[in-house]
């Protein structure tokens, strides 16, 4: 204790003793109509230090070293801005910007996982997805899942109506990093395969989400294989003037009582302090498939959650940020087991609950730029309920997860041409884990599906820098991970892991033209094996599963080749990626007191028995046809091959994509139809063949076209979709249920 209030006093006494150097003052206008805008975001593009403008279109960007520097400002809908400015010594006020309006959204934003600092997307070599705000507002997601739905390089596979995993460049579930805010979300339990972990984000608190697809590992850490998805919530914004206090009342209802969801949210604000609280409840129905499907059920689900934000201005250039996030899912079933050997498989209930505290600090200084420090808690409880079908046994398992978070982020300017991010981070899990078996009211404890009070250590430093040389800019950067994975088993070998990881990232960049980027980038990347693969002991889709407590972390090394475009036409994005991977954790078939079989269950264990090679392609445009009308779409392709079994790697994606046209107008009015389509998938591994998942022979292709339409006025937006307009029948490959038939959906939202 004494040593934190030490630790504590000497950040303060840095903060408080340290230059305020000088500030940037300037309004944002829109260039066609010369009306001040809210909420556009003004970066300095060297260090990342920005603002929002407020309802004025004012900003201030302070702690700024005098100098030259790149000036950047976006706002969904506007052509991203970009000027060059000289901060003399006595500061840079009355700095007017004016954004030019489109609907060109791709490679004209700012992101902040590819770099950990704000930056754009487009000078960015890494090959980014963004889903903005205008694109929730447009499709009001049933569920935070559902929001990547389509999106570029990015498949998703829905196990259950409550779950939803995405795969990137292949890879899903803990093969991937899920974070929100910066802080991940992935914990020791998180399973190998799809999971429901991303569907416990409630979709109304999402501000964007951004998506690095390949690497990630350097900057992020274990599980980054296939990408990192980056949730950012809603950041409430001070007032200019005097107090403020706002809201958001809003809803979405879908026919065949697929969805009923409503929302209240509250904002309070002045000029050092802002609060935004929100609370949502969603009564989910039975999924009713298109053409012959019908009603799937039991698919519904209920769900309510509520979030609060608060920040703190501490001086000028110095903040706090506080906030906390709660989501409960009720009786959720799996749809996949209920229809196979199960009468019940419910999650009851699936909750998640973040808190963390962050402080943010600028300085004009070269080594200690900026400075964010976060101390978090995450929490996730599963309640599992099963009973096979024929059985009066009634299992109960739940598994409580509780994650403690420490993070140290400075992010440098070493010369004009030299930037640097570097940091530390500590995550420490322990999982508290039981289970029991109800039999006509007789109870018996268990064994939980892990060794209850097992935890796990993760400690890192990292380190990445930035070098801009005329035409070129160079990218490179490395990490350090070391584990301590334990847990006592009365039933099984006890745990006692302790991996360490290096890994390295380098990126070229090459300025073909002020508008075209080509891009080749090579890195590594690792996962360590977590409770999940060491020590579980329970029914997974195709069987039983017994520990192993002696795996190694899971390896790759990555290659890809990119191109980046972006004129005031036309933008796009083209790359091509090879991963070799080794020491992947597959489950071979084993014995358990000498059988291959338990309760009438194949009996599988996890090892380190695969090699693989992965590659594909992924493409993206956005044209605009013509006055209000936006052309857009994209392609991926994806090729997976186990090379240690000779055969393909399992769930691999099909060829899938999207195309989309786009009429907006300037007072309000939107429309559009997206077409979106996937290829059979007819290359299974061993593991698909028997996953009941997957129909025999293969997923069948599928095309489905969804009508979106909407109108956005002063404090009142309404919004309408008609799903799966052709009534196909369709599934994506490796879900457990059907897609949406032909349906229809409303939305409406006042702001007061």
């Keep these: 204790m004494k040593n934190s209030l030490f630790l504590s006093m000497l950040v303060f006494l840095f903060i408080h003793s340290s230059a305020l150097g000088q500030v940037i003052e300037g309004k944002v206008f829109d260039a066609k109509y010369d009306k001040p805008l809210h909420e556009a975001n003004v970066v300095i593009d060297e260090n990342g230090k920005g603002d929002f403008t407020d309802e004025s279109g004012i900003f201030a960007i302070g702690a700024i ?16 801005y970009e000027q060059k400015i000289t901060i003399p010594l006595s500061g840079l ?46 499709e009001i997601p049933r569920s935070t899942p559902e929001a990547l739905e389509g999106a570029t390089g990015i498949f998703m596979q829905k196990t259950n109506h409550g779950g939803g995993s995405p795969f990137i460049r292949g890879l899903t579930g803990n093969q991937n990093l899920l974070m929100i805010d910066g802080i991940r979300l992935n914990n020791a339990t998180y399973r190998y395969g799809p999971n429901q972990y991303l569907a416990t984000i409630d979709p109304y608190l999402i501000s964007n989400i951004e998506v690095v697809r390949g690497a990630g590992s350097v900057l992020y850490g274990s599980d ?6 980056n949730v950012l919530s809603k950041t409430p914004a001070y007032a200019t003037e005097s107090f403020m206090v706002g809201g958001r009342l809003g809803g979405k209802w879908m026919s065949e009582d697929m969805q009923q969801s409503g929302r209240t949210e509250i904002r309070l604000a002045d000029k050092k302090i802002a609060f935004s609280g929100g609370f949502t409840y969603s009564d989910f129905g039975d999924i009713v498939g298109g053409d012959s499907t019908g009603k799937q059920s039991p698919t519904g689900y209920k769900e309510y959650a509520g979030d609060m934000k608060l920040r703190v201005k501490l001086a000028d250039q110095h903040e706090v940020i506080l906030a906390w996030q709660y989501d409960k899912q009720s009786d959720v079933p799996r749809y996949d087991k ?8 419910h999650f009851d209930p699936q909750i998640r609950q973040l808190g963390y505290v962050r402080l943010k600090s600028n300085f004009p200084k070269p080594l200690v730029n900026q400075l964010t420090l976060t101390a978090s808690v995450n929490r996730s409880d599963e309640t599992r309920i099963l009973q096979k079908t024929g059985s009066s046994i009634i299992r109960e398992e ?7 978070g420490l993070s140290a982020e400075i992010s440098s300017i070493i010369s004009e041409n030299w930037q640097a991010v570097s940091g530390l981070d500590y995550y420490f899990d322990r999982v508290g884990s039981k289970a029991s078996e109800n039999t006509a009211g007789t109870i018996v404890k268990k ?53 360490t990881a290096l890994v390295g990232s380098a990126s070229l960049m090459y300025h073909l033209k002020p508008d075209q980027n080509l891009i080749f980038s090579m890195y590594s990347a690792f996962r360590a094996p977590n409770i999940n693969d060491l020590s579980s002991f329970g029914s997974f889709n195709a069987g039983i599963e017994i520990p192993n407590p002696n795996l190694k972390p899971e390896k790759s090394i990555n290659m890809e080749l990119g191109y980046k475009l972006r004129s005031e036409k036309i933008s796009g994005s083209f790359f091509v990626f090879g991963s070799h991977m080794k020491d992947l954790i597959n489950r071979k078939p084993t014995t358990y007191l000498g059988l291959d079989s338990l309760d009438g269950e194949r009996v599988y264990t996890k090892d380190n028995i695969d090699k693989a090679l992965l590659y594909g392609a992924e493409a993206e445009l956005h044209y605009a046809l013509a006055q209000g009308f936006d052309l857009y779409g994209n392609l991926t392709y994806t090729y997976g091959q186990n090379e240690s079994d000779d055969e393909p790697m399992q769930r691999i994606p099909p060829l899938n994509g999207k195309l989309g046209l786009l009429y907006k107008t300037q007072s309000g009015l939107w429309a559009k139809i997206e077409w979106l389509s996937a290829a059979m998938q007819d290359r299974l591994s061993s593991g698909d063949i028997s996953d009941s998942r997957i129909p025999a022979g293969g997923t069948p292709g599928w095309n489905v076209v969804n009508v979106r339409a909407g109108f956005d006025w002063k404090w009142l937006g309404i919004s309408a979709g008609f799903n799966n307009l052709l009534d196909e029948d369709y599934r ?10 032909r349906s229809v959906w409303v939305a409406l939202v006042v702001e007061f």
């Design 65 to 80: 070293k005098p100098g030259t520097y790149t000036l950047r400002a976006s706002l969904v809908g506007y052509q991203l």
């Design 93 to 138: 006020n009355g700095l007017s910007i004016y954004l030019q309006p489109t609907n060109i959204a791709l490679n004209n934003a700012f992101a902040v996982t590819a770099r950990r600092i704000e930056s754009s997307d487009f000078a960015s070599p890494e090959a980014i997805t963004l889903i903005d705000q205008a694109q929730l507002k447009q």
């Design 224 to 229: 980054a294989l296939g990408g990192v998805v």
């Design 338 to 345: 209920i229809i196979n050997n199960y009468s019940r498989y």
């Design 398 to 404: 739940q598994d409580l997860v509780t994650t403690y």
């Design 447 to 499: 064994r939980g599906y892990y060794p209850d009070g097992a935890s796990s250590n993760s400690l890192a430093i990292y380190t990445s820098h930035t070098i801009s040389l005329q035409r070129w800019t160079v990218i490179a950067g490395g990490r350090l991970n070391s584990f301590v994975i334990q847990a006592e088993d009365e039933n099984f070998e006890n745990v006692d892991v302790r991996p």
């Design 732 to 741: 994506t490959h490796g879900s457990g249920i059907n897609g949406y038939g």
